[in-house]
């Protein structure tokens, strides 16, 4: 592989994932719901610690701390102490947090299905594949 192939698979890459999201936002709007809010109400089940949290979407933990007195104030995630360490707290989502995560997820998955459906059931399917062997 030439050396600015790679270069050009990671922009490629990158600008189908930044075409879904910017056709995803008018739906997060209606969610009450910005697209990096979105990032971080999606990464919480998985990293519930503000820390985690911010080092896993590259965000500076200043930065996560605004979001998540955003998300607080409406109502999509509540803070707690972590039973398991009393000096760490812990996040979760809310019921309306959850509810909104899961049609915000509803409203990508469909964009990013429309850009998929580009593709033939086999090309999907090796896409899929490589994708996979990429990121596992």
Do not use: C
Not at 19 to 28: G, H, N, R, S
Not at 52 to 79: E, N, V
Not at 98 to 124: D, F, I, K, M, N
């Amino acid at each position: 592989m030439a050396k600015n192939d790679a270069a050009r698979i990671w922009r490629l890459n990158f600008q189908l994932s930044t075409d879904v999201l910017i056709e995803a936002t008018p739906a997060f709007a209606m969610l009450d719901l910005e697209a990096k809010e979105f990032f971080v109400l999606d990464g919480i089940e998985d990293r519930p610690y503000p820390a985690a949290l911010a080092q896993h979407l590259s965000m500076p933990k200043p930065t996560m701390t605004l979001y998540l007195k955003t998300l607080q104030k409406k109502g999509f995630i509540a803070r707690g102490i972590d039973p398991d360490d009393l000096r760490r707290h812990r996040l979760e989502l809310t019921p309306s947090g959850r509810r909104t995560v899961e049609r915000a997820r509803t409203a990508l998955s469909t964009r990013y299905g429309e850009r998929l459906a580009r593709l033939g059931r086999g090309e999907q399917a090796e896409f899929a594949r490589l994708l996979e062997k990429l990121t596992g």
